[in-house]
């Protein structure tokens, strides 16, 4: 997540006071006897990046086209800056859409595809021109304004559908999954390009993906969606570091999980009895949980440290056997299987060259995480 | 994979073309004949042609033709589109059942029976038979031609061209006015084309839907080879034939080399 | 539903009730009708001037009169069944050649088949009265045919050809080939080449696969060709009218010869009732196939 300003974090959601530009309240849809969006609720503010995530069916679709205006919720009311939008319909709404197969007018030029929306509202014949240039500025097109979009690449139409959404000013701009036909690279590229056009231009965006590092990247927050309901709707470093559940940690890069029985010894301090003859894990949590609860402690890989001796400077120690090695250039991730046969994947950045690499196939390692390093999760 | 034809598949290809062919073939060969009887060469003239410009009940035929093709192809083509759109796009309605069996039943219906029907309510309505009644027949039987055509075109059409309208501001009828149509465009062109060539070559229901004095072409034909070979049919043969061969071609070659640059300009955007 | 949405249903809609649905039942009132030697030539003639009274004289001057006619005389009981044995034999025969040439051009190369379509889509848009009208001169005792056959010593009497129910076959495949040959070409080319080719590298002969993966896959296509062809041909009457001659019975020429030779149009429309209600089922087994295809598209 990209940060402007170190000094002033923009957390509009923390402000009990502000108001939102876009309400979902009790929102509920139904398509016949399948509930695709089940009783939802969620505050979305002005000048947001916010992210839609999770797998193909969990709704998230549905919830923005209820935006956009092409569905409309069973139950529930949506409000967009103070209005209820069920009788608007989408010819009529401040919001624009960037479709995720880019829908570009095949018939039409660049310049015209971008001008469609304008000559349909009431801006004077004469300033169109100038806005429809501005667009082309922004988005670098300028030179293809006259081609048709058959006649220019992939990520030329991803620029023009881009362009074309932003031409009217919208309050709001929907993306569905836009950079999923791009290539990794391209895709990074205009992953950060289209941050910039939200800064610069001030639009609040709403992008449904299913990636989870793009939603990491570019957005303020992020709703992580499963099954029509809202799991948890936090900033990607809340979603990654104090997930709220297994789904959601689970969800989002990698994670270890740890089942068990949880027993407070302090205020801040429990400890786990997650196998049988091995000593409990010690993690903190302020969370009041009943004696012997079960819980899942969830620590990432790379808070994990593998050591061939076992180091007795932090909170938790186990041992097991490297099975696998994922060399990534830059990290190596150990699969250890445990003395409980539970396997834990452990992330290290290979600060050595490889032929002085201290860990090989079939040794017997230590790994060890402090008693901050992950999260207990009670679902 | 082998995509050079089997033996088989070649001689399937030949036969059923020289079938599909020969009998024309020889029909214009036998329209430069200046024998009338098919069974002697008398030399290669273009008397029947002459004949066949100079009469005059042929030559009224085939304008009052022309005219019901026109007219009727046209409103064809707009009920067609409308039907089509309504078929694809309508979602449900009441009678939406009865509307759909409305629209495919006369595709396979017999014509006489279609023909029949037509008069008994021209007359039960006491309109009386001419060139306007040929017209209200044809359109009727060919706008479920065209809309099997157009809502064929309609259900590959990509939705979100059509959201995408409406997100950017378009009513529904500005949507379709300003996307979908130009896009549909030759498929409304072609469902035109297959109305006027329906209407052109209609015998039956023209039959008994026309008056004494709006004979059609086909009726002229019909009555003209009852009794057998007629030179002056062969002459008028050959002419249809060509152009519709010309017709043919000229779009088929169109089509290509418009699908050709298409894919050129795109595989030149795409290597940029 | 608002004004633009209403009309747009609505005006196609009441167009086909008045010019497709209505006529439908005015055929069915007046099978039910009397001759008359008047204008219309049949009565009893609905006045609605004449209010209930004359709702009820017209009732009862309806009868069945014309249904048992038909059954009574030979000529159409004989005629729906001669249609019914053309067609289906006609059907067939269509199939049969249809299909290898289908299959041909499936088989082809990408670059040759807009060539082969545009081949096979020519003879549909040329008139179809030419295309059996082509056939006259061929097939007549005194025609090409004959005189090739005769000539070159094959036979030594003319094949009676013209005016036998081969001539209709032939007149039938001849023309409807185009409505075969299509369906059966689109089913074909949608059908995956690479299904064959597994059936094949699992141990089926070329004609085993053909049999157990391709024919079955291009039923769709074959079910709509027979249709097209099927249920026009049972109610034709150019090609037996041309070709036929007076031996061959099709009840679309009874029909016409009906109505415009003996112009008795009640006797007529009873028999456009009985034609209509055979085709019945078939339309409607058209019509679920061709949901289905669309529903299995989409």
């Known amino acids: 997540m990209a940060e402007t300003n170190p000094q002033k974090v923009f957390a509009p959601w923390e402000d009990p006071t502000a108001v939102p530009l876009i309400r979902f309240e009790a929102v509920t849809k139904k398509f016949g006897t399948f509930t695709a969006i089940d009783n939802l609720n969620l505050k979305i503010y002005r000048g947001e990046f916010f992210a839609l995530l999770g797998p193909s069916g969990c709704g998230k679709t549905t919830l923005m086209r209820m935006l ?50 304008l000559k349909r509202s009431d801006m004077p014949k004469d300033q169109i021109g100038e806005r429809v240039q501005e667009m082309l500025r922004l988005t670098r097109l300028e030179q293809f304004a006259k081609r048709k979009p058959h006649q220019i690449s992939g990520g030329q139409r991803q620029r023009v559908a881009l362009a074309r959404s932003l031409a009217k000013a919208p309050k709001l701009l929907l993306l569905d999954e836009p950079l999923g036909a791009l290539d990794k690279k391209l895709r990074q590229e205009t992953q950060f390009e289209l941050m910039d056009i939200q800064e610069k231009t001030g639009t609040t965006f709403v992008i449904v993906t299913h990636d989870q590092e793009e939603a990491m990247t570019v957005a303020t927050r992020v709703a992580v969606m499963d099954h029509g309901k809202l799991i948890q709707v936090a900033t990607p470093a809340g979603i990654y570091e104090t997930p709220n559940s297994v789904y959601v940690a689970d969800f989002i890069g990698e994670v270890n999980i740890f089942e068990g029985a ?45 050591s061939h001796q076992p180091p007795h400077e932090r909170a938790n120690e186990v041992k097991g056997k490297i099975v696998d090695i994922a060399y990534l250039g830059n990290i190596s991730t150990y699969r250890v299987r445990l003395e409980t046969g539970q396997m834990v994947s452990a992330q290290m950045t290979n600060a050595k060259r490889l032929a002085r690499r201290d860990f090989t196939w079939e040794d017997e390692v230590w790994l060890s995480w402090t008693e901050t390093a992950g999260v207990v999760l009670t679902r | 994979m082998n995509r050079k034809l089997s033996w088989f598949n070649v001689t399937s290809l030949t036969l059923g073309f020289a079938f599909l062919y020969l009998p024309m073939v020889i029909l214009i060969f036998y329209s430069f004949n200046a024998s009338k009887l098919v069974t002697v060469w008398a030399g290669f003239s273009t008397r029947w042609y002459v004949a066949l410009f100079h009469d005059q009940q042929f030559l009224d035929a085939a304008w009052v033709t022309l005219r019901v093709g026109v007219m009727s192809s046209t409103l064809a083509t707009v009920l067609g589109t409308m039907a089509a759109y309504v078929l694809v796009r309508g979602g449900r309605f009441t009678g939406r059942t009865v509307f759909s069996g409305m629209i495919y039943a006369p595709l396979v219906m017999p014509e006489v029976i279609t023909g029949l029907s037509l008069l008994l309510l021209f007359i039960a309505i006491g309109i009386d038979r001419g060139i306007f009644t040929i017209v209200l027949a044809h359109t009727t039987f060919a706008m479920c031609y065209v809309s099997v055509v157009v809502s064929s075109r309609l259900m590959t059409f990509d939705r979100s061209l059509e959201e995408a309208a409406l997100d950017l501001g378009c009513s529904a009828f500005d949507a379709f006015r300003s996307v979908t149509l130009p896009i549909i465009f030759p498929a409304v062109i072609s469902g035109w084309l297959l ?35 007629n030179p002056e049919i062969n002459a008028l043969s050959t002419i249809m034939i060509s152009i519709v061969t010309l017709g043919v071609i000229t779009t088929s070659l169109i089509s290509k080399n418009a699908i050709r640059r298409q894919r050129e300009e795109e595989q030149a955007a795409a290597s940029q | 539903m608002n004004f633009r949405r209403f009309s747009l249903i609505s005006v196609p809609y009441l167009w086909l009730l008045i010019f497709f649905l209505v006529p439908f039942l005015i055929v069915l009132k007046i099978a039910l009708s009397d001759t008359a030697i008047a204008i219309p030539p049949y009565t009893p003639v609905l006045d609605p001037a004449a209010g209930w009274a004359g709702l009820k004289e017209f009732f009862s001057g309806l009868d069945f009169e014309n249904f048992t006619f038909l059954t009574e005389d030979d000529l159409y009981w004989k005629a729906y069944l001669g249609s019914l044995k053309i067609a289906t034999i006609s059907t067939l025969l269509t199939l049969m050649v249809g299909y290898p040439i289908a299959y041909a051009m499936a088989q082809a190369a990408d670059e040759w088949r807009p060539t082969l379509m545009m081949l096979v889509i020519l003879p549909f848009w040329t008139s179809f009265l030419i295309r059996v009208y082509s056939w006259v001169g061929i097939i007549g005792n005194e025609g090409l045919l004959n005189h090739v056959l005769l000539a070159s010593g094959l036979i030594s009497q003319p094949l009676q050809i013209m005016n036998t129910p081969t001539a209709v076959y032939l007149g039938i495949v001849y023309t409807y080939l185009p409505f075969m040959i299509l369906p059966i070409y689109s089913a074909l080319e949608k059908m995956d080449t690479s299904l064959t080719e597994a059936a094949v590298d699992l141990g089926c002969s070329r004609g085993q696969a053909f049999w157990l993966v391709t024919l079955p896959l291009s039923r769709p296509g074959v079910v709509a060709g027979c249709f097209l062809v099927f249920i026009p041909a049972l109610g034709e009457f150019v090609i037996p009218s041309l070709l036929g001659g007076s031996q061959t019975l099709m009840i679309g020429k009874v029909l016409w010869e009906e109505f415009f030779s003996n112009r008795d149009w009640p006797v007529a429309s009873a028999v456009a009732v009985v034609l209509l209600a055979i085709l019945v089922i078939p339309i409607i087994l058209f019509q679920r196939n061709q949901q289905k295809q669309e529903e299995a598209g989409r």
């Open chain 1, 262 to 306: 949880a027993r407070r010894i302090s205020d801040d301090m429990v400890e786990i009895d997650y196998a049988e003859g091995k000593a409990p894990l010690r993690a903190v949590t302020s969370e009041a949980l009943a004696p012997a609860q079960k819980v899942f402690f969830a620590v990432r890989p790379e808070k994990i440290l593998v």
């Open chain 1, 68 to 117: 956009a205006g092409f569905e409309t919720p069973s139950e529930g009311a949506i409000w967009l800056d103070g209005q209820n939008v069920a009788p608007i319909p989408p010819n009529k709404r401040p919001v624009n859409m960037m479709f995720q197969s880019y829908a570009l007018f095949p018939h039409l030029s660049v310049w015209e595809n971008i001008a469609f929306g």
């Open chain 2, 195 to 229: 109305a006027f060539t329906l209407s052109l070559d209609d015998l039956v229901i023209a039959s008994f839907a026309s008056g004494p004095s709006s004979t059609t072409l086909p009726i002229k034909i019909f009555s003209a080879v009852r009794l057998g070979v």
